[in-house]
């Protein structure tokens, strides 16, 4: 089991840049694939980008790609987030999430969720 502990979100203006951190606490955080999603208000919860287990591999979501960069660290038990060019669409309560099955875009395939943290972008 692996509990898991987001933070870095808060106000920025459209632009800026963010570095969200998900913080683990368990023994085999290196054996997870690890997500980060968000969920704006009235809107179902999407997904973000993914990392591999061991951080070989990554993905995007579309909207994302070019602005969001994923990445952990195993040795500190910790997955990142870092947000450029920050839009007011971006607006959201961003989670991290654990995956035993490896990666996955679907919020299906993860089995652990942290609390989320808020990013509002003002324009």
């Known amino acids: 089991q692996v509990q898991l502990v987001e933070s870095g979100g808060g106000l920025v203006q459209a632009g800026d840049s963010l570095r969200l951190s998900c913080a683990a606490a368990?023994?085999?955080?290196?054996?997870?694939?690890m997500g980060w999603f968000r969920q704006a208000p009235g809107k179902e919860r999407e997904f973000v980008a993914g990392?591999?287990?061991?951080?070989?591999?990554?993905y995007y979501a579309d909207s994302m790609k070019g602005r969001f960069t994923i990445s952990r660290d195993n040795a500190k038990k910790t997955v990142y987030l870092q947000m450029n060019s920050l839009k007011a669409e971006d607006t959201a309560v961003y989670y991290c999430?654990?995956?035993?099955?490896?990666?996955?875009?679907?919020?299906?395939?993860?089995?652990?969720w942290g609390q989320g943290t808020q990013v509002t972008v003002s324009s």
């Open positions: 990392i591999s287990a061991s951080g070989t591999n990554s």
């Open positions: 368990g023994r085999t955080f290196s054996s997870y694939g």
């Open positions: 999430a654990a995956s035993i099955t490896g990666w996955g875009i679907s919020r299906y395939e993860y089995h652990y």
